[in-house]
């Protein structure tokens, strides 16, 4: 499995912004796809928020749609994810990641608390 580190978790209020960044720590081929993915406490599976196949397409949940952006850039290897109007029940921990061939990779996770 690949190693990835997100980065750009933190505090923000409601309605605010935040932008979320994960990147492999060495180089990657073959990746067919990137996703967003966040786990609440007091559950104990990962909601799937949005995912960007390698041609471009992309999918949200409905939880995040017209809220969320996810974008990649290629040359970096990285990928983002856009939070905009974020509100108290988008606090939870936020998971990138990333599907090479049947391999699922997972990054270490980032807090993402939404209060005023």
């Known amino acids: 499995q690949e190693q990835l580190v997100e980065s750009g978790g933190g505090s923000v209020q409601p309605g605010g912004s935040l932008r979320l960044s994960c990147a492999p720590s060495?180089?990657?081929?073959?990746?067919?796809?990137w996703g967003w993915a966040r786990q609440t406490p007091g559950k104990s599976s990962r909601e799937l928020l949005a995912?960007?196949?390698?041609?471009?397409?992309?999918y949200y949940a409905d939880s995040v749609k017209g809220r969320f952006t996810i974008s990649r850039d290629d040359a970096n290897n990285t990928v983002y994810l856009q939070m905009n109007n974020v509100q108290p029940e988008d606090t939870a921990v936020y998971y990138c990641?990333?599907?090479?061939?049947?391999?699922?990779?997972w990054g270490q996770g980032t807090q993402v608390t939404v209060s005023s």
């Open positions: 990641y990333l599907n090479v061939g049947s391999t699922v990779s």
């Open positions: 060495g180089s990657i081929s073959s990746i067919h796809s």
């Open positions: 995912r960007i196949i390698t041609d471009g397409t992309t």
